[in-house]
């Protein structure tokens, strides 16, 4: 069985602060894919980002960064100098290549950032 | 950006009515689904779809249908509501991987939030 765990509930920063999501998964496939995606209050979710199970190479686009470590199963999301349009639901999913074919998501994280 | 589309975006509803939300794209993919998501929860998928004429159950029990009568729409129904029902309902699709070693990312609509009194 896959599981996704976020257990940062919710996060409350002051604008211009850096902060980090946890996500931490579990899957018994060898290769499998990880997303961060983002749910404004409008309700919508936006892709941030995938990442498949070879590469471990941490990436950055802006103010966002990824750290993907195999040994401790985890995918982490750095939010450098937050604003307060980051302020959203973050979740984190799984899809694996033996499982279901949907994907498999945490309960998400609440990000608040305050001016 | 993604081109899918769900109407109505907020439903209120009577038990025992039958609703059908839509989902539309724009984008050609194969590959379409539909989560639940309840308040302050994560999202579970219900139905998923290959392509034309093809559905599947997700991991979450649903007493909803679904069809796929042609690529670009994927409607969900509910034969008769109930008070159970009320969440938020959101479609997603994706381009259909050459194998299931890939993986492709889902754009997600906007969302249906319905309300069964």
């Known amino acids: 069985a896959q599981k996704v765990t976020q257990a940062q509930t919710e996060i409350s920063v002051v604008e211009k602060e850096d902060v980090t999501l946890d996500c931490v998964y579990e899957?018994?496939?060898?290769?499998?894919?990880l997303f961060w995606y983002k749910q404004p209050p409008s309700g919508e979710l936006v892709f941030l980002i995938r990442?498949?199970?070879?590469?471990?190479q941490n990436e950055i686009s802006g103010r966002y960064s990824w750290n993907f470590q195999k040994s401790t199963s985890s995918f982490n999301f750095t939010i450098t100098a937050s604003q307060v349009v980051d302020s959203a639901v973050y979740f984190c999913?799984?899809?694996?290549?033996?499982?279901?074919?949907?994907?498999?998501f945490g309960k998400g994280t609440h990000l608040i950032i305050q001016p | 950006e993604a081109d899918i589309y769900q109407t109505p975006r907020y439903l209120v509803i009577g038990t025992g009515k039958k609703i059908t939300l839509e989902c539309s794209q724009t984008?050609?993919?194969?590959?379409m689904y539909w989560y639940q998501q309840d308040p302050g929860m994560e999202l579970h998928l219900i139905h998923y779809?290959?392509?034309?004429?093809?559905?599947e159950k997700g991991d979450l029990s649903s007493e909803s249908t679904v069809s796929r009568i042609r690529t670009e729409h994927f409607p969900l129904t509910l034969e008769s509501a109930r008070p159970s029902h009320t969440s938020q309902y959101l479609c997603?699709?994706?381009?259909?991987?050459?194998?299931?070693?890939?993986?492709?990312?889902?754009?997600f609509g906007p969302g249906t939030r319905l309300t069964v009194t």
């Open positions: 997603a699709s994706s381009e259909l991987e050459a194998s299931r070693a890939s993986s492709y990312e889902q754009y």
């Open positions: 899957t018994r496939d060898t290769t499998y894919y």
């Open positions: 990442r498949n199970s070879f590469d471990e």
């Open positions: 999913a799984l899809r694996g290549a033996g499982g279901a074919d949907g994907l498999t």
């Open positions: 984008m050609g993919h194969d590959k």
């Open positions: 779809s290959y392509g034309v004429n093809s559905t």
